[in-house]
């Protein structure tokens, strides 16, 4: 058995069944590989940023990483945006990086350059492997790293000729432990906390955000009096009926510091010490109002849940079904506004939609008229570096196969990854992608504002986008996806309607 082939079974043998490839010279091993090991299915992305993105959506609905594979420095520089995004979103991945032979490397071919350089700032483990015999017990490793709380990346650079000697062994995976446990004492302390008489709130992400860590959080609320609310970014947030509704955190640091300024004591559970996203000129730069005491009931890397649970049992709260939210609400018409919008989805969404929201400035508000749609997760954009949505998507369509997801899109973030919709087509995904069209940079009009700069001329020019406008439709064609244009709700919920009840992917430009 050659290297390629060891990997790729202990790969297998590890529970990794999905791969997001774009492979190149060094990689062909790998490739060929496929071809003898059945079992793999490997979708190819016609760009690296795209197998990353997709390989984050595919672990947040899965729970379980995927692999990517990734053609040298360069293909792995392209990967590491949607990397980013994903280590925020806690999402477990296995990045193959193919290279030159260990023997050809010191002759600085034009492909070469620093790898693990590279790799660190976006991965939680790197590693060269060194020769054949010892690729697949590098890859057990690298797949261990990935599965340890609370998800991880590992990377894991294979030169060619440990691919293509003799000698490969497949290795079995150990499967790390449990997440560490919040000991009892500790949670005692939240426990007495939430028994005073004081303004508290626990700031939720995470595992918390999913059940049964929703239902015992909003548990321990009732019971308490404390106020819920959730990061401002999430990896993946069940919401809908028969969940617990938790408003995000607001957009912009003074709404931000608004909706925690009665707080005197912020509970962190699995969630971070909330910090602005930039410094702005003589602003605060953490959210924590004056005065507020900052607690932690569980930390990203601790078991979240159990925490919940343990604090819910000193509390005597027990988690009850959600009362019936009332009747679906009814499809809007008038004007294309974000809350109309929002309405409209959750009116049309079917059962267990999967919503990724790179909405950027026109969503902020989606989420508040979304709580009484059917049951549905939602994804969101976790690092702030745009291009993710439509990966995110692609990802997340071959993770819960079944499910429709709705990708709100914004149009400027849409064209950093664009190509994600080849893959939708080639694989029959069933995505539809909403671009919201504003033709412009519209977030960063308000950021030139909130840093104090004065916009001019050129200024401006640097965040509009609409000359030449772009074509959302041809450039969906151009890669196999049906795709129309929707001037108002009347249109937008008609062919909301007709790609939900079709199977493969579609794109609905909207024209705002
Ligand atoms: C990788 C990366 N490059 C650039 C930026 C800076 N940036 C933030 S928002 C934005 C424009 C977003 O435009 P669009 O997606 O159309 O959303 P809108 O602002 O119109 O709501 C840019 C360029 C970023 N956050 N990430």
Redesign the pocket.
Same mark, same amino acid.
């Given at each position: 058995m050659n290297g390629a082939e060891s990997l790729l079974r202990t790969l297998l043998a590890g529970g990794i069944d999905t791969c997001f490839a774009n492979p190149g010279t060094s990689e062909m091993h790998f490739v060929s590989a496929l071809d003898r090991v059945p079992g793999m299915r490997a979708v190819l992305c016609l760009f690296e940023g795209v197998a990353s993105g997709a390989a984050d959506g595919y672990a947040r609905m899965k729970g379980r990483p995927a692999a990517t594979l990734l053609h040298c420095g360069p293909g792995l520089g392209y990967a590491v945006?949607n990397l980013h995004n994903a280590r925020r979103a806690a999402s477990p991945i296995v990045n193959i990086v193919g290279d030159h032979a260990t023997y050809h490397r010191p002759l600085d071919p034009p492909l070469a350059s620093d790898i693990e350089g590279l790799a660190r700032p976006f991965s939680h483990w790197v590693h060269t492997a060194k020769s054949a015999v010892t690729l697949g017990s590098d890859a057990a490793a690298a797949i261990e790293c990935a599965l340890s709380a609370p998800g991880r990346i590992a990377t894991l650079i294979a030169p060619s000729d440990t691919a293509w000697d003799e000698g490969g062994e497949v290795c079995a995976v150990t499967p790390p432990g449990a997440p560490a446990r919040v000991g009892v004492d500790h949670v005692e302390v939240i426990a007495t906390l939430l028994r005073k008489d004081e303004p508290t709130t626990l700031l939720l992400t995470g595992a918390a955000l999913r059940e049964p860590g929703l239902a015992m959080a909003k548990a321990i609320a009732e019971v308490s009096g404390c106020n819920l609310i959730a990061e401002f970014t999430n990896g993946r947030f069940q919401r809908g009926r028969g969940h617990a509704q938790v408003a995000r955190m607001p957009w912009g640091l003074d709404h931000a510091r608004a909706a925690l300024a009665e707080t005197r004591h912020l509970v962190l559970v699995g969630a971070r010490d909330p910090v602005a996203f930039f410094a702005f000129p003589g602003k605060p730069r953490k959210l924590l109002p004056d005065g507020c005491y900052l607690h932690v009931l569980a930390k990203p890397d601790e078991d979240v849940v159990e925490a919940l649970a343990t604090l819910a049992d000193a509390l005597g709260a027990t988690p009850k079904p959600e009362p019936d939210a009332g009747p679906r609400p009814d499809v809007p018409t008038g004007p294309t506004t974000t809350e109309s919008v929002a309405r409209l989805i959750a009116a049309l969404m079917p059962e267990q939609a999967i919503i990724v929201d790179?909405? @950027?400035?026109? #969503?902020r508000g989606l989420f508040a008229a979304t709580g009484g749609a059917p049951p549905h997760d939602w994804l969101h954009q976790t690092g702030?570096?745009?291009?993710a949505g439509m990966p995110l998507a692609t990802g997340a369509a071959i993770g819960a196969p079944g499910r429709r997801v709705i990708n709100i899109?914004?149009?400027?973030?849409?064209?950093?990854t664009p190509q994600a919709l080849w893959t939708q087509a080639h694989e029959r995904l069933d995505v539809t992608t909403i671009i919201?069209a504003?033709?412009?940079?519209? @977030?960063?009009? #308000?950021?030139l504002a909130s840093v104090g700069a004065n916009p001019g001329r050129h200024s401006l020019e640097m965040?509009d986008?609409g000359n030449p406008a772009l074509d959302f439709i041809k450039l969906a064609e151009t890669m196999g996806v049906e795709a129309a244009r929707a001037g108002t709700l009347v249109e937008l919920a008609d062919l909301l309607r007709t790609s939900c009840s079709k199977s493969g992917p579609f794109l609905i430009e909207l024209v705002v």
């Open positions: 945006t790179e909405s @950027v400035s026109f #969503g702030g570096a745009i291009g899109q914004a149009d400027g973030s849409a064209m950093y919201i504003n033709r412009k940079y519209a @977030v960063l009009l #308000g950021e965040m986008i």
